[in-house]
């Protein structure tokens, strides 16, 4: 069999013109991506005989703020990497997580966690969780499955007693695709993101509604001969 060497695949699911070095007729010839959160198929195109796939649950949501407390940001989903034989292989049913929603009002565990992504039983990530004590980020999730498996970044946690105008919400946790959204503070609100399965970011009562929505997790195929 031919040497394989794959570089990182771009967010938008590109690659540059030298990702992958081709030896003996065995390489990277196509990629499927997914997105949207809920229930997908992965459909294998004539000639394939091995994939990578990268699986990315869901962020978790945000926390909200009171009169002198910011909560923290909600945890980046986990990420599960795997090199699958599919020869014998036609279909795998795909999950994607959905992202967690944020937190609203004087509450310090509003908001919902991330949901699980998964590539059939071959592997899958759980979603980052969601703050449930004042001032805490969300716990990432965990790949499970994978021949590697990552943790999403924790949020960082929002300050507390801080008198009304000091206080600043925790920024969402970061995946492997990259970082979360920033917290809001008196003076700036929370930012977004749409990197895949990072968390939501704190609030600041001055500034916004409530804690915002993780972002939705991704499965990645790379497609060899």
Known sequence: MGTLNVANLNLDGTLNAD??????????????????????TWTKPAGIRRIRVFVTGGGGGGGSHNSDD?????????????????TSI????????????????????????GGTSSFGTHCSATGGGNPNNWAVG??????????????GGHGTGGNIDGGGNEE??????????????????????????ALYGTGGAGDHGSQNDGGGNGVAGIVVVEEYK
């Open 19 to 40: 990702d992958a070095v081709i030896t003996n007729g065995v390489g990277l010839v196509s990629i499927q991506t997914f997105t949207t959160a809920g229930s997908h």
């Open 70 to 86: 910011a909560q923290g940001g909600g945890g980046g989903g986990g990420t599960a990497i795997k090199i699958i034989d599919v």
């Open 90 to 113: 036609s279909s795998v049913a795909v999950t994607i997580g959905g992202g967690g929603t944020g937190s609203s009002g004087n509450t310090n565990s509003g908001g919902s966690s």
């Open 138 to 151: 969300g716990q990432g999730g965990a790949g499970t499955g994978g021949d590697i498996n990552l943790e």
């Open 168 to 193: 600043t919400g925790g920024s969402g946790g970061s995946t492997y695709w990259g970082g979360g959204a920033a917290g809001a503070s008196h003076w700036q609100g929370r930012r977004t993101s």
